[in-house]
């Protein structure tokens, strides 16, 4: 471990290891306007990371930075260093399309293609060229399906479209369209906003046993969610980050007061 | 007395009809404070009164202006000099009409005397009949507005009647948009049925044979025409169609994609309305540029190839139209690109793709429907194009795949049979409106697909 890190990560078991994502001094503009102000953090390969934090504090900001999809906002600028396993992903020789295969997102909202089941998984897998034939493509389609918990549910009607599912079905058949292109990221920004209860449970226990596969980032409303989900959890207010730490700490014993009253829901 | 003048009198008695209902529901109010409430603002009781006053006295003025010439023309036929009137409907007409000329003082002298004698008869019966309908307009007016004026009671729902008269009096405005189409409908199929009965259908549309040229003279050589349209909707379709399809789907797609997708703000905010500029160019204008500016290129090209070429080709018109309709296919795409949400276009990137593969495969098929519909309203458009065929593609019924050759189409065939000196009961003429109805059935059924498809896929994201 060469790098200065700060003590609360440090923390973990897990902290001996390189961590898989390290943002320093991370500010993002929107126009005149800042919405992320100097975070840096340290992302596990192996763990669950939560963000929390009031509504507009900018979690999907920072989150969206870390596979560059802020790029496609023209009014977005963003300041400071992201390494993706020690490599800068806003440095010239990223290519940014590798990038999105590498670090993977599912939206708050699920927004298959209006395609069949099978082509939205597909998708990816076809763009970048990941399989030789058909039957790998059957195959990649096939597995990420049933790593999404989806395939049981759906292993007859590849063809339909994939806006004719469920929502929770949407969201899952999301997740294993990111799957479908072997990231090593998955960014999640409150995937279960959208979803009833029952379908919120099946993401969660998704989401658990991808952990360890993939590095995974979840942005969530929802803090018995980030509880139960989570190993490690951020608190962000106004575009900082407050308090980073393992999830059962922030939860039971916050340090700094801020992230005490937003648990404690005294606002936010 | 002038209708205008007239009118303005109608409309005095609305207004004063206006002010005076609005100032008897005033007092109402004002009479039993806190006791009475009127249902409706006093403003509302005014146009109560007011369009209760002027309404039935238009309706009535607008009749009246229709039926009056026959009720002068009838009073007129019972004057004594009426007698002496042919018998023959022609020269009866003829008579009637100069004395209702002389009458006017639009002419000095009639070239039948008879006429002359008949005219003080008109103009009494004018003039008399030009009193009664004032008076009688004038009479609706203060009637009509007595009866709403006496019905104001504070409980009177004069806001929800004037509601029901103003959807009334829109009603009558569409209609009138949509009585006129049918009429224009009824007026093609009448001559079309015309045609219809002197060359048969089947001939018509699937003949191969165009050269509408009857004599004049039952003599004359080639006294029989041949009116086989197949020639005419090839090339139409060759045209608008093809032709022009091939130069504006490219271009207006392409153009749409790089003004939703690439382009910067400030570069679309710029470039959109000059793209738009290209439909607004009076078709005219492209018709000459088509003529003499593209048409002896196209022709000097076709030799250079070693084509038979002519002046006038499909190609210098296809083209210049192609460009004209780019507007049409890039609007059409541009709203139905922007119509897909931006979370689509996220997916695709954030999976990897790049913009052109997220175009490709994503953004385009979810606007498919859209950009369908705008093409066939582009063609809808294309094929119901004139000027720039009647300058540019020529007069020549070839039936012909040479884009370098001379061809013709409906629209051009219309303008060339109803232009010059015409008898309008040929079968020459007629064949206009047959091929106009022809026009108007496929423009009809290509508009109706068109909606029918866009609609459908905005209902698929809303
Ligand atoms: N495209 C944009 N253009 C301009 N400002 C933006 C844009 N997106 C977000 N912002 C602003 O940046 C700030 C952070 O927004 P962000 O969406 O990251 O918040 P958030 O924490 O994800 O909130 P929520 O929990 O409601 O999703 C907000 O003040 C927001 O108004
Ligand atoms: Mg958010």
Request: hydrophobic letters at 50%; aromatic letters at 8%.
């Amino acid at each position: 471990m060469t790098m200065m890190a700060n003590d609360m990560s440090m923390s973990t078991a897990e902290a001996s290891a390189e961590p898989k994502l390290r943002a320093a001094g991370v500010s993002v503009w929107y126009g005149p306007k800042k919405a992320i102000d100097d975070v840096s953090i340290e992302v596990d390969r192996e763990n669950v990371t939560a963000f929390i934090g009031p509504s507009g504090c900018g979690k999907s900001t920072f989150l969206r930075t870390l596979n560059r999809m802020n790029d496609t906002i023209a009014s977005a600028r963003v300041e400071g260093l992201i390494e993706l396993d020690g490599e800068d992903i806003y440095g010239k020789d990223m290519d940014v399309v590798q990038l999105r295969a590498r670090v993977g997102m599912v939206f708050q909202k699920p927004n298959p293609f209006p395609k069949s089941i099978f082509e939205n998984v597909a998708y990816g897998p076809r763009i970048h060229g990941l399989a030789a034939g058909r039957d790998e493509l059957d195959e990649i389609v096939e597995r990420s399906l049933k790593r999404a918990g989806l395939w049981e549910e759906v292993k007859d009607r590849l063809p339909e479209s994939g806006t004719a599912l469920s929502g929770g079905q949407q969201q899952r058949l999301c997740i294993a369209r990111a799957i479908a292109v072997d990231p090593e990221v998955i960014l999640m920004d409150e995937p279960c906003s959208a979803l009833d209860p029952i379908a919120t449970a099946k993401i969660e226990e998704l989401i658990h046993e991808l952990r360890g596969r993939y590095a995974i980032v979840i942005v969530t409303h929802n803090m018995q969610q980030a509880a139960r989900i989570s190993q490690r959890t951020a608190f962000f207010h106004l575009g900082e980050l407050v308090e980073y730490g393992e999830t059962s700490e922030i939860f039971t014993n916050p340090k700094v007061e801020r992230t005490k009253d937003y648990i404690t829901g005294r606002y936010g | 007395m002038s209708p205008l003048l007239l009118f303005l009198l109608v409309a005095g008695v609305g207004a004063v009809g206006w002010l005076a209902a609005r100032a008897r529901a005033a007092t109402f109010a004002a009479a039993g404070p806190g006791k009475v409430r009127l249902h409706s603002v006093p403003t509302y009781h005014g146009w109560y009164v007011a369009l209760w006053a002027v309404l039935p006295a238009l309706i009535f003025l607008v009749a009246w202006q229709v039926a009056e010439p026959a009720l002068v023309a009838g009073a007129a036929l019972h004057s004594p000099a009426a007698a002496e009137l042919p018998a023959d409907a022609m020269n009866r007409a003829a008579v009637l009409q100069e004395a209702r000329d002389i009458a006017a003082g639009h002419i000095q002298g009639g070239f039948n005397p008879l006429s002359t004698r008949l005219a003080p008869a008109f103009a009494s019966a004018a003039q008399r009949y030009s009193i009664m309908g004032a008076v009688l307009a004038l009479l609706l007016a203060f009637a009509g507005g007595a009866y709403a004026f006496v019905r104001i009671r504070p409980e009177l729902r004069a806001r929800t009647r004037v509601e029901r008269l103003v959807m009334l009096l829109l009603l009558v405005a569409s209609l009138i948009a949509i009585l006129t189409t049918a009429g224009i409908v009824f007026s093609l199929l009448a001559e079309s049925v015309r045609f219809f009965a002197r060359v048969s259908p089947i001939e018509f549309l699937t003949g191969l044979q165009w050269s509408p040229q009857t004599a004049m003279r039952a003599d004359q050589a080639g006294s029989s025409g041949a009116f086989g349209a197949i020639p005419l909707f090839w090339g139409t379709i060759f045209i608008g169609a093809i032709i022009a399809m091939i130069v504006a789907i490219p271009l207006g797609l392409m153009s749409a994609i790089y003004l939703t997708q690439y382009a910067h703000p400030t570069a679309r905010k710029w470039l959109k309305p000059a793209l738009e500029v290209l439909a607004g160019v009076p078709t005219v204008v492209y018709g000459y540029f088509a003529a003499l500016t593209v048409a002896p290129m196209v022709r000097q090209w076709g030799e250079a190839m070693g084509i038979a070429s002519s002046s006038e080709s499909a190609l210098a018109a296809g083209g210049v139209m192609g460009i004209m309709i780019i507007p049409f296919v890039s609007s059409m795409a541009d709203d139905s690109l922007a119509a897909v949400p931006q979370s689509m276009r996220d997916g695709s990137l954030a999976l990897g793709a790049t913009t052109s593969e997220t175009i490709a495969k994503v953004l385009v098929p979810a606007a498919l429907p859209g950009i369908v519909g705008g093409i066939l309203l582009a063609v809808s458009r294309a094929i119901g194009e004139t000027m720039i065929v009647v300058m540019a593609a020529g007069l020549a019924a070839n039936l012909t795949a040479n884009p370098f050759a001379s061809v013709t189409t409906v629209t051009a065939q219309i303008v060339q049979l109803l232009t010059g000196d015409q008898e309008f009961d040929s079968a020459k003429t007629l064949a206009a409106f047959a091929l106009g109805l022809v026009l108007f059935v496929i423009t009809l059924l290509l508009n109706i697909v068109a909606l029918r498809v866009v609609k459908k896929y905005r209902e698929a994201y809303e």
